[in-house]
């Protein structure tokens, strides 16, 4: 049983340009969510999906940056215009349940870098 | 609002000896839940220890262990027979069952062999 599966783990990316980070949940779980780490700095929380449907995207940019979680095939994270302020890790993780008593399990995350 | 503070930016221990790293919290809440997350060098992040809030008891896996003071919203880890795989940035998380984890800044513990 394949863990959460993020790609690519590396991106580069020049200013302007657009940046897809795709998450594979683990398997059986529905919920997704996306955090971004900046140097230095624990993560913070963007946006938490659920199947076809956004449930909450309080921590999410309010320009340049989507989400979403189709049907079918992995999340998306999309930044439009890429600055170099984006350069971050950004990890997805996963749950089985909206609850959030067990933890997530997460991915090793996408290094962008914004050159 | 939520936050979380790791106040020890860098921490050493030597191999076999123990360590604890210090978390405290700010919440109005009564019900949640408190994690110890390890990320090493390959950026994994890897849940170590949970804690229930409305349990007394202190949570324990193996070598870790936790000191949760409720009253004080502090929730250290101790690891013990610190292993030179213990290496790594540590990071002390939070929910309320919402939708969303609070996360400190991190520790890095580096274990001398």
């Known amino acids: 049983n394949a863990g959460v599966m993020q790609n690519p783990r590396h991106l580069v990316r020049r200013r302007g340009q657009e940046a897809r980070l795709r998450c594979s949940p683990m398997k059986g779980h529905s919920h997704v969510y996306w955090y971004r780490q900046l140097p230095e700095e624990g993560l913070k929380f963007m946006v938490y999906l659920q199947k076809e449907n956004i449930i909450d995207e309080s921590g999410m940019p309010k320009e340049r940056f989507s989400a979403e979680f189709p049907k079918e095939g992995p999340s998306i994270l999309r930044i439009q215009q890429v600055v170099r302020g984006d350069s971050a890790a950004y990890f997805c993780a996963s749950s089985f349940e909206p609850r959030l008593r067990y933890g997530y399990t997460f991915g090793s995350g996408t290094r962008l870098t914004v050159v | 609002a939520q936050t979380v503070t790791q106040s020890q930016p860098e921490m050493s221990v030597q191999e076999a000896e123990t360590v604890t790293l210090s978390c405290t919290y700010d919440t109005s809440e009564n019900n949640y839940y408190l994690f110890w997350y390890k990320q090493p060098p390959s950026r994994q992040m890897i849940l170590v220890i949970r804690?229930?809030?409305?349990?007394?008891q202190n949570a324990t896996e193996n070598r870790f262990s936790v000191n949760f003071q409720k009253a004080a919203k502090s929730f250290s880890l101790k690891i013990s027979d610190s292993q030179l795989g213990d290496t790594a940035m540590y990071f002390c998380a939070f929910t309320n069952t919402g939708n969303q984890f609070y996360f400190g800044t991190g520790t890095s513990l580096t274990v001398i062999p």
């Open positions: 804690q229930e809030a409305y349990k007394q």
